[in-house]
Structure formats: structure tokens, C-alpha cells
């Protein structure tokens, strides 16, 4: 029977259906996809602590606002792709537990500091830039609810993306200063935000069975080498320059050739090594621990409403 459904399920796939969560799927179409969305979730919320860095110090009343509506859209983003794994059959305090444990991944990028206000354009730019091309083939991902989540989140991260241009642009175009705090955000984010895309296709253990399933539509080195190609005009618009030595059109293939990235630093920084990986997990269960009343007490709330009802 189970070879039946799972041609059922293949055919569907083929079909590019969407998988819904009263679905029979493959046990390891699950899990893959728990593992996926978790990490995403995780990373949306580790992500609005680099940023959180610098609410109050935004440079004005504008920069403050947009900057907190970003950070805002990132809770939002959380948890909405924790509702979306949650219909996988995992809780959210499951999903937690391994946040905080240090057993769930979140997104290198994360864990590099934020030193200047300068990093707040880089990271809208650059990190939002590139979670937008990693995002925008997921809306066509087989799993119904991550699919319609992500056609949201997409939509915010472009606000997010051009809050940061901006950011940028206005520093680009400022004093000496200012043009210098620009060009050292960048060389400083760019190869971190190309490592945010995944290692190497040839490095990748999850590519072939995730495109086979339709969860990814494009492999890493794909949307790599797509993001440099949206970037690098970008880049060249505000006059600034990409700090790669080995960057040059290629009139055979109509990309960018790029050099080498880093992948001892990219794997130092996934198994908790990078530079702030500490303090984003401290900072996490902090907020976990320093929550517990206020969890607690809409769950004595709900118990009474509960009880109210049934008298
Ligand atoms: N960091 O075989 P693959 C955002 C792990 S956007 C840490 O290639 P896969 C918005 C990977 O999990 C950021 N770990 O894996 C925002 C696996 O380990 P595992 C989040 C990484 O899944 C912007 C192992 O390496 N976006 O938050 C990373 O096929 C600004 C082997 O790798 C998403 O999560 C990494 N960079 O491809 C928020 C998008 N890369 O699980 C605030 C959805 C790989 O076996 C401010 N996810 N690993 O222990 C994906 O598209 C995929 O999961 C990839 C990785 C492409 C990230």
C-alpha cells in the first residue's frame, strides 16, 4: 500500500501539485521539510538581533521607524514559518528547545557583528538581496504552506531590500566618512552574504534529493551566481567597490566570474565557531527564560476562559 501512495505522491510531485499537510507524504519529505523550515524560522528570528543592535541608534526618526518595521517583519516572518512547520506534525517548543540547544542550524550570516550604522544598508542590501533570490523560487515550493508563506515574506523582503539600498546610496553619495563606512560594510558582508547561500553544489548533501521533491528549484551555486549578477551593477551604481580581486565579466558566458570563497570560515561559523554565535544563543534563552511569566500567565488565562465555558 505504501508503494502506492508513494506513486500517488510522486505522480503529484510531477504534476507540480502542492503537498498539504492532511497529505500522505514520504517520512523523509517530512522531516527534510521540518529541518528546512525550522532553520528558516530560526534564522528570521536570530536575525532581528544584529539589527535590534541598532534601533536606538538609528541616525533619525525615519531610519528608526523603517529600521523597526524591518525587524518587526522578521517576528512576523518567524512565525509565520513556524505555524507552516508546525503543520508538519513538530510543536513550536520542540522546535525551540533545539534552537537553544545548539541541535537546529540558523543561517551563518547571523553571527557577525554589526560595528557601524553602515551595516544596517549592507545587511538590507546585500543579505536581504540574497535572501530574495534564495526565497523567490521557494513560493514555487511543493509544500503548500511554505509555498504561500513565502509569496509573503518575498513581498517584505523587497521593502527590505531597498530600505537598505538606501541606506547605502545615502552613505555613498555622503562625506568621505561616510563613503568610507559604506565601502568597509561592504567588504565586509559581501563574501559572509555569497556563504549565506549554502556551500557548493558539489558540497551539498541535501541539493539532489531536495530538488527531486521540488522543496529547492534552484541549487546553491545557481542562486550564487545569480546574486552576484543582480549585485555587482548595484554595487557599481553607487560607486562602490566589490571587494574581489578576481571579479570580471565574462562576455562568453554573460556572468560574473568570481573568486574563491572561504568555506573553512563558513563551516567554522555553522558548527558555532563564527564570531557572535555565543551571544545570539545567549541572547535567544534569555529571551526564552525572561518570557516564562508571560507565557505562563496567558496560559493560566486560557485555562480559566476554558473552564468559564464548561460551567
Ligand atoms: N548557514 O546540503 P545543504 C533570512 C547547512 S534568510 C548555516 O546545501 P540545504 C531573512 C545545511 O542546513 C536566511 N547552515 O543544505 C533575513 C545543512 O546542514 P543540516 C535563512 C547552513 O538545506 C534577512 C548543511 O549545511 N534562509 O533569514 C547554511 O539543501 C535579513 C549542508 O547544506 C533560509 O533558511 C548557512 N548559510 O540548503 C532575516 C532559506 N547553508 O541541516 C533577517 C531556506 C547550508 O544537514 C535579516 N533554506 N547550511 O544539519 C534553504 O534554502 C536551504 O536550507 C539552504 C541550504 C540553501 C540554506
Not at 5 to 13: H, N, S, V
Not at 141 to 151: F, I, K, Q
Not at 212 to 225: G, S, V, Y
Request: glycine fraction near 6%.
Amino acid at each position: 500500500e505504501i508503494k502506492n501512495l508513494e506513486a500517488i505522491f510522486d505522480l503529484r510531485i510531477a504534476n507540480d501539485e502542492k503537498i498539504e499537510p492532511k497529505d500522505w507524504m514520504p517520512e523523509k519529505y517530512r522531516q527534510t521539510h521540518i529541518r528546512q523550515i525550522s532553520q528558516h524560522a530560526h534564522s528570521e528570528i536570530v536575525g532581528m538581533l544584529p539589527e535590534g543592535n541598532w534601533i536606538t541608534r538609528a541616525p533619525s526618526l525615519r531610519r528608526k521607524v523603517a529600521l523597526l518595521a524591518k525587524v518587526q517583519d522578521e517576528a512576523g516572518h518567524g512565525l509565520y514559518l513556524y505555524s507552516a512547520c508546525e503543520t508538519l506534525g513538530v510543536s513550536r517548543d520542540d522546535l525551540y528547545e533545539q534552537l537553544h540547544n545548539g541541535t537546529a542550524k540558523y543561517s551563518s550570516i547571523f553571527n557577525y557583528p554589526t560595528i557601524t550604522w553602515a551595516d544596517m544598508g549592507a545587511i538590507g542590501w546585500l543579505v536581504d538581496g540574497a535572501a530574495i533570490i534564495n526565497q523567490v523560487p521557494l513560493t514555487a515550493t511543493s509544500y503548500g504552506p511554505y509555498a504561500r508563506a513565502m509569496v509573503r515574506v518575498c513581498k517584505e523582503e523587497s521593502f527590505h531590500q531597498r530600505q537598505g539600498f538606501e541606506i547605502m546610496m545615502a552613505l555613498a553619495n555622503g562625506t568621505p566618512e561616510q563613503k568610507e563606512m559604506a565601502q568597509d560594510a561592504l567588504n565586509r558582508w559581501w563574501w559572509p552574504s555569497l556563504m549565506m547561500l549554502g556551500p557548493t553544489d558539489a558540497a551539498s548533501v541535501h541539493t539532489e534529493q531536495s530538488m527531486k521533491w521540488k522543496l529547492k528549484r534552484k541549487t546553491n551555486d545557481e542562486l550564487r551566481q545569480q546574486f552576484v549578477d543582480q549585485t555587482v551593477p548595484q554595487a557599481e551604481l553607487i560607486g562602490l567597490t566589490i571587494p574581489d580581486p578576481d571579479l570580471k565579466w565574462n562576455e562568453e558566458t554573460k556572468r560574473y566570474d568570481f573568486g574563491p570563497l572561504d568555506w573553512d570560515e563558513f563551516w567554522q561559523v555553522v558548527k558555532g565557531h563564527g564570531p557572535c554565535n555565543k551571544q545570539r544563543i545567549a541572547a535567544r534563552k534569555n529571551a526564552w527564560d525572561n518570557g516564562k511569566w508571560v507565557r505562563d500567565a496567558a496560559m493560566a488565562y486560557a485555562e480559566k476562559q476554558e473552564e468559564k465555558k464548561l460551567e
